[in-house]
């Protein structure tokens, strides 16, 4: 295969995906859902709360298993891969960053997991403070910083170890509505800086439209 045609396979596909929890009767969260992203997109999936956004993000990445489909990334068959080895990243809306790590540990997790040496990893950081508009801040306690720094740092920490695709689950979704406005357009700009392909579920079409290089919604488990 030539570097041109290769390039071309890259990205993600999601064919014909169901998740469905045990229950009487069973709850269908993703019903048959396909879509496709190419290297450097930010596809936004906007839909109410319930609609199974979260459960189509987690089998994407990883973290559920879907009861159908296929998740694949270029030709590389990805759906029953483990979640650390698919090369994907994740941010939550609630940051989830260690607690008793300061920035720059919460930032170098990944890279410390990976096995890169402490130079490259304090260069890296370094990098990517800058990158999310923290500089000087590595030596901060997590619980010292307000909820837009703590979702930037959630940022960066999922971005260093370089994932192929980033997803994002209402990433801006406990902060107030002016901090969310500013910083779904910093956001954007460090996705584009990064080069970074992402995923991102959001029930704010404002959030999705300011983020996304494409919007899609979804409604009762399906694409619309
Ligand atoms: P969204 O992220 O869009 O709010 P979810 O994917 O969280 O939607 O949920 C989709 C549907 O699946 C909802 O009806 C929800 O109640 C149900 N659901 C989500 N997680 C579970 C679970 N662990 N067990 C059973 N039902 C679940
Ligand atoms: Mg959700």
């Given at each position: 295969?030539?570097?041109?045609?290769?390039?071309?396979?890259?990205g993600?596909?999601v064919?014909d995906?169901v998740v469905?929890?045990?229950?009487?009767?069973?709850v269908?969260?993703?019903?048959?859902?396909s879509?496709?992203?190419?290297?450097?997109?930010?596809?936004?999936?906007?839909?109410?709360s319930?609609?199974?956004?979260?459960s189509?993000?987690?089998a994407v990445?990883?973290?559920i298993?879907?009861?159908a489909?296929?998740?694949?990334?270029?030709?590389?068959e990805?759906?029953?891969?483990?979640?650390h080895?698919?090369g994907f990243?994740?941010?939550?809306?609630?940051?989830?960053l260690?607690?008793h790590?300061?920035v720059?540990?919460n930032?170098?997790?990944?890279?410390r997991?990976?096995?890169?040496d402490?130079?490259?990893?304090?260069?890296?950081v370094?990098?990517?403070?800058?990158?999310?508009?923290?500089?000087?801040?590595?030596a901060?306690?997590?619980?010292?910083?307000?909820?837009g720094q703590?979702?930037?740092?959630?940022l960066?920490?999922s971005?260093?170890?370089?994932?192929r695709?980033?997803?994002?689950?209402?990433?801006?979704?406990?902060?107030?509505?002016?901090?969310?406005?500013?910083?779904?357009?910093?956001v954007?700009?460090i996705?584009?800086?990064?080069?970074?392909?992402?995923?991102?579920?959001?029930h704010?079409?404002?959030?999705?439209?300011?983020m996304a290089?494409?919007?899609?919604?979804?409604?009762?488990?399906?694409?619309i």
């Amino acid at each position: 295969m030539s570097p041109t045609a290769a390039q071309h396979s890259d990205g993600l596909t999601v064919a014909d995906l169901v998740v469905t929890y045990p229950g009487r009767p069973p709850v269908e969260a993703v019903r048959g859902v396909s879509l496709t992203i190419a290297p450097g997109e930010t596809v936004a999936l906007l839909g109410p709360s319930g609609c199974g956004k979260s459960s189509l993000l987690g089998a994407v990445v990883g973290t559920i298993a879907p009861a159908a489909g296929n998740i694949t990334w270029g030709d590389e068959e990805l759906t029953r891969t483990p979640v650390h080895r698919r090369g994907f990243g994740m941010v939550f809306q609630d940051g989830q960053l260690f607690p008793h790590m300061d920035v720059a540990r919460n930032i170098a997790f990944g890279l410390r997991m990976a096995g890169v040496d402490r130079d490259e990893r304090d260069r890296h950081v370094k990098e990517l403070l800058a990158l999310v508009g923290l500089e000087g801040l590595g030596a901060r306690a997590v619980g010292e910083l307000s909820g837009g720094q703590r979702q930037r740092v959630a940022l960066a920490r999922s971005l260093a170890p370089r994932p192929r695709l980033l997803a994002l689950d209402e990433p801006l979704s406990s902060l107030d509505a002016e901090l969310r406005r500013r910083l779904a357009v910093e956001v954007r700009e460090i996705l584009r800086a990064a080069g970074t392909t992402a995923l991102l579920v959001t029930h704010d079409p404002a959030e999705a439209e300011t983020m996304a290089t494409r919007v899609r919604r979804m409604a009762d488990g399906k694409l619309i």
